[in-house]
């Protein structure tokens, strides 16, 4: 089964409060969304491989640890996704960034592709799929799935607000991609929104509707 872990920091929870907030404009809503999620790459990068080093200091040599040469790629889900990646960025410039866009075909009730450009060496890479809302879980598992398709074989998710139901059906579908969440709420509602949530994530960063 998938870990899931809610990084419940003083600090992530202090600015989802502002994001929660319907009186919360799109300036400032887009500025905190993406400076909670600098704060939870902090935690999702945590276990990144370590090797040993010696370096020279103006005194001594200093015995200490750089990360390894993993490579990493953040891969936002279309569109409210595109809102986390510059957050996660400030802490690994180095990570190539993917995007995957997709929608549910009403009729066939099957993933539809629209777009999807990924790092050619995607096999190799950590990859951490990004989207602010987990709601029933259908965009993050379909994403997945394409990700694993192209050879994706290590990928964490990443979002803000969960729904218990996304957390169960995501975990259930790829049990071996970890979770990390900043709250997991109520429960989704019949229109699909989770409560108490947010809102539209992808309305509230772009200032559409
Ligand atoms: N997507 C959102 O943007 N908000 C929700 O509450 C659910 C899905």
Do not use: W
Request: charged share 30%.
């Amino acid at each position: 089964m998938s870990k899931v872990t809610e990084i419940n920091h003083p600090l992530i929870l202090h600015k989802l409060a502002i994001i929660r907030d319907k009186n919360t404009g799109s300036k400032e809503f887009r500025e905190v969304v993406e400076e909670i999620s600098t704060l939870m790459a902090y935690e999702v990068t945590r276990d990144l491989p370590m090797e040993d080093v010696d370096i020279e200091t103006p005194v001594a040599i200093a015995h200490c640890k750089t990360i390894t040469g993993k490579k990493l790629a953040i891969v936002p889900i279309l569109r409210a996704g595109i809102g986390m990646v510059d957050g996660m960025l400030k802490l690994v410039p180095a990570a190539k960034v993917g995007h995957i866009g997709l929608y549910r075909d009403e009729s066939t009730l099957q993933p539809v592709e629209y777009f999807c450009k990924l790092p050619k060496d995607i096999e190799e890479r950590d990859v951490i799929v990004v989207d602010p809302m987990l709601a029933t879980g259908g965009s993050a598992v379909d994403a997945i799935h394409m990700l694993k398709k192209r050879g994706a074989k290590s990928i964490k998710f990443v979002g803000l607000v969960a729904a218990p139901e996304g957390i169960k059906v995501l975990s259930e579908k790829h049990p071996d991609v970890d979770i990390f969440i900043a709250s997991i709420d109520e429960k989704l509602n019949e229109n699909g929104y989770i409560v108490p949530g947010l809102g539209d994530a992808g309305d509230r960063l772009f200032g559409t509707k």
